[in-house]
């Protein structure tokens, strides 16, 4: 039976002569310790492998059911390929595996050969898994924005941009018209002829989908000048990759495109290379998620029948591996086996990835009664950090204070202990005496912070954390400058300032680089992988993560890296749960969980029991949910955590209004807005206000919902510009409602254009 949510991964690395590899479970990517296997290949064999494989998949085109021994001959050389490429190892496991998504992590001097077309003497790869490419490349690898899931899709075709492919305005203008009853799902744009590059360039990022129909022609003296014809010229990989900016790429390009008159076909491996994986490349490392191209000319029906049949299924929910696989055989069943233009096609991304269904749901989207009222990425600002970053103090520092007076670590214990009891002013009167005696004993000054934190006093914890970092940098002490730096960023990461919170990570991981101080190189990561996550970027966030634990992993011997290796399973589950892979988040969840108990860490399990509790709505089981609730806001409670308990509020209303009980659910909202003003947290606030408006919606009144919606807009003009463009959309929604405020709709409207 197959693991639902879980993909497996073929790895694959070339040296020489030699192909390294190992296929594991998406979820093992952090292990330690890995296994691979290797085998010799003759380069040379494998090329004219390759060449005969094209070669045969050009000659089938056409004539593949009257000559049934060249689709017989296409078949043995693909078993070959599998024979000679892959090890004893990685053939048992992709025999006997159950699970459906195969992500393929390959090399870029592997790309050329088609893996996807391996046979196992059974059956094709492609035909039994559900595949995507991943590329490791030696280009560097510019830092990009990753596009986040809206409400509404957007798309784009781009149909006979040259005016000369009348299948290919016909193939467009017949997908626009499929699939234009989906307006609640997509809004589709269509545009050809007079398609020129400038065009392209300028629209390119407005669109979550660019489908492409027209030519891709192939520079054999300059392969890099290959590119999508228009009509004035070539849209180039050198041309994408000027085009890498602040703004994001479309989550998916299909470029169904023929091949031209200067497609070389004595050289089918070179083109496939060049003008495929190259333009391919372009995309990917500008930020495109997926991109799926074809290896060979595009015969008019069988291209419209893949893309439709593979947009039918995308706009269904499902993954975008199964369109792939489910395309494939589509075309078999209505062309037969033989004719392989099944395997025209490749896809570049992560196969298990949906674009509709299990997106990202906003609290500022639509609720229903059949859609469990899920959270988007913004309420997940209740990280765990805001309780870790309190009571570790000592634990992880502690020792490295430096030579003080004795009564100056008594102090400071005694304030230790009367903060993790929540008695905040007591503690705070005996640190600022310990600060005036002694400035030295720098670990005073976070902890103070951390209690100004607490009370909702963030200007004040901003300037201990100032203090803290001027007086580490005056004693030259790189491990509390690195610490100071990473709290900053922190803070300025609660308060919705990204920008800034990010600088001041990255000034910790250099300084801890510099000192060669891995507990709080391993931080940094930590805290940079949840700003990706906060951003929706959850490829980066798990490489950073992964990081992150493989270095406190190899120390966990030592209690600080122990303790850092709890964060990271536990921030691994929210990323896991924000992707809504329950099965994985649970797992990490727990992993943590026994960390914290075994260090005897009670007061840091809030944050456990609230994301626990997220998935037990998910779950629809809202008893179970509501008890995890209570236990982590009584944790907050216990120890007068504002900023704890301004999110646990937010978390609480939204079950009640799942429940439908919205007296209940406004009543927590707005407990909710006195606290997140009081500590000025910026996304908490948008977050309750965006969740009062919903409230007062569903019970019907709807000057009250736009009252609370326009306050939510406000906020996240400033600090959000996607939250901004929902909370817009529900307003204009609700004026659309009421002809009689008509005005501010047009005002909408105006925006909007």
């Known amino acids: 039976m197959e693991k639902e949510g879980v993909s497996l991964i073929l790895e694959i690395l070339r040296q020489e002569n030699q192909l390294k590899m190992s296929v594991f479970e998406h979820r093992d990517i952090i292990s330690t310790v890995r296994h691979y296997s290797q085998c010799t290949v003759a380069t040379e064999e494998i090329d004219a492998l390759c060449r005969d494989a094209y070669h045969f998949l050009d000659r089938i085109h056409g004539i593949g059911n009257k000559e049934p021994d060249l689709y017989g001959n296409f078949k043995k050389t693909a078993q070959l390929l599998w024979e000679n490429l892959l090890t004893r190892p990685v053939k048992d496991r992709l025999r006997t595996s159950l699970l459906k998504d195969l992500v393929l992590l390959l090399d870029e001097e592997l790309m050329y050969i088609p893996w996807e077309c391996l046979y196992d003497g059974n059956d094709f790869l492609a035909l039994k898994f559900n595949m995507g490419r991943l590329l490791r490349s030696a280009e560097p690898v510019p830092q990009v924005q990753y596009r986040s899931v809206t409400d509404k899709i957007r798309m784009l075709i781009l149909a006979n941009p040259t005016g000369d492919l009348k299948s290919a305005y016909l193939e467009g203008i017949n997908i626009k018209n499929q699939f234009d009853k989906k307006r609640d799902l997509i809004k589709i744009d269509f545009k050809s002829q007079e398609i020129d590059a400038l065009y392209v360039k300028k629209n390119l990022y407005d669109y979550d989908i660019i489908h492409y129909a027209g030519h891709c022609e192939y520079d054999a003296q300059d392969p890099k000048n290959t590119g999508w014809v228009l009509k004035d010229g070539r849209l180039s990989p050198a041309d994408i990759g000027k085009m890498i900016r602040s703004n994001s790429m479309p989550f998916l390009i299909f470029s169904n495109a023929c091949q031209s008159a200067l497609h070389n076909r004595g050289s089918p491996v070179t083109t496939c290379r060049e003008k495929n994986y190259s333009l391919a490349a372009a995309f990917l490392l500008g930020g495109v998620r997926h991109y799926i191209g074809s290896i060979r000319k595009v015969e008019d029906e069988a291209g419209f029948v893949f893309a439709k049949e593979f947009y039918a299924h995308l706009f269904r929910g499902e993954k975008v591996g199964e369109c792939m696989r489910m395309s494939r055989l589509k075309l078999i069943h209505e062309h037969g086996v033989n004719d392989a233009c099944w395997a025209n096609y490749l896809l570049y991304g992560d196969p298990s990835f949906k674009m509709f269904g299990a997106k990202a749901h906003s609290s500022c989207a639509k609720i229903s009664k059949k859609t469990p009222f899920y959270l988007s990425t913004r309420k997940l600002v209740r990280l765990f950090t805001i309780a870790v970053c309190t009571s570790a103090v000592s634990l992880v520092l502690y020792m490295q204070l430096p030579s003080v007076h004795p009564r100056s670590y008594f102090a400071f214990r005694q304030a230790n202990q009367l903060f993790l009891k929540g008695k905040n002013q007591q503690s705070l009167t005996i640190l600022k005496q310990l600060i005036r005696e002694d400035s030295r004993f720098v670990q005073a000054y976070p902890l103070v912070a951390d209690i100004y934190q607490r009370l909702g006093q963030n200007d004040q914890a901003l300037q201990a954390y100032f203090a803290y970092a001027m007086e580490s940098q005056k004693r030259k002490d790189g491990t509390h400058l690195a610490d100071a730096y990473i709290k900053i960023g922190w803070l300025y990461h609660m308060q919705g300032e990204y920008a800034r919170s990010l600088d001041y990570y990255h000034k910790g991981l250099s300084i801890s680089k510099e000192f060669h101080d891995k507990l709080n190189e391993a931080t940094a990561l930590r805290k940079i992988a949840v700003w990706f996550i906060d951003k929706g970027n959850y490829n980066k966030a798990l ?188 307003l204009l929604e609700l004026y659309e409602q009421s002809p009689s405020h008509t005005p501010f709709g047009h005002q909408l409207r105006k925006e909007q254009s």
């Open 543 to 730: 490489e950073l993560l992964t990081k992150s634990s493989e270095i406190n992993r190899e120390r966990q011997n030592q209690a600080g890296h122990r303790y850092n290796l709890a964060c990271d399973y536990f921030d691994l589950g929210l990323l896991f749960s924000d992707k809504e892979d329950m099965a994985t988040a649970r797992e990490f969840y727990n992993k943590s969980l026994k960390l914290f108990q075994s260090l005897k860490m009670k007061h840091e399990l809030s944050d456990y029991y609230f994301n626990m509790g997220e998935m037990c709505v998910f779950d629809k089981q809202y008893s179970k949910a509501l008890e995890y609730y209570q236990a982590g806001l009584k944790i907050d409670q216990a120890q007068n955590n504002i900023a704890g308990l301004a999110s646990d509020y937010n978390m609480i209303g939204e079950l009640y209004i799942e429940l439908e009980k919205f007296e209940e659910a406004i009543a927590n909202f707005e407990k909710g807005v006195e606290l997140a003003k009081r500590i000025k947290a910026k996304p908490e606030l948008a977050l309750a206000y965006c969740n009062l408006g919903q409230a007062y919606k569903r019970k019907g009144q709807k000057n009250k919902a736009r009252e609370y919606f326009r306050l939510a807009q406000e906020i996240y003009q400033i600090i959000d510009i996607d939250e901004y463009a929902k909370v817009k959309k529900e």
